[in-house]
Nanobody, 124 residues
């Protein structure tokens, strides 16, 4: 059983930066693809970014390209999401997820394990 714990959320102002972390335990982190998703109030959970096992191949939602950066440290069993130039519309609960079967990176249902989420609030 893989357990994921996110951290780093908080309240920031528009234009600020924030870095999220997600630590995995209970499995072989280096063999999973990892993803970040987010869910705003009243909206469906949406894809943010994903990274393959090696950390070289990365995917981003169009609205996050150039502002968000996903990375991972397999030695620390951790995936990161660096968020710059934050906007009020980035306000959401951010979730990390593990995909053990190398499915489609932006497909929510292809992820096998989920964290509890961390709240990010961006004020205008």
């Amino acid at each position: 059983q893989v357990q994921l714990v996110e951290s780093g959320g908080g309240l920031v102002q528009a234009g600020d930066s924030l870095s999220l972390s997600c630590v995995a335990s209970g499995g072989t982190f280096s063999t999973y693809s990892m993803g970040w998703f987010r869910q705003a109030p009243g909206k469906e959970r949406e894809f943010v970014a994903a990274i393959r096992r090696s950390g070289i191949v990365k995917y981003y939602a169009d609205s996050m390209k150039g502002r968000f950066t996903i990375s991972r440290d397999n030695a620390k069993n951790t995936v990161y999401l660096q968020m710059n130039s934050l906007k009020p519309e980035d306000t959401a609960v951010y979730y990390c997820a593990a995909d053990i079967s190398l499915g489609v990176p932006n497909k929510l249902d292809d992820y096998d394990y989920w964290g509890q989420g961390t709240q990010v609030t961006v004020s205008s």
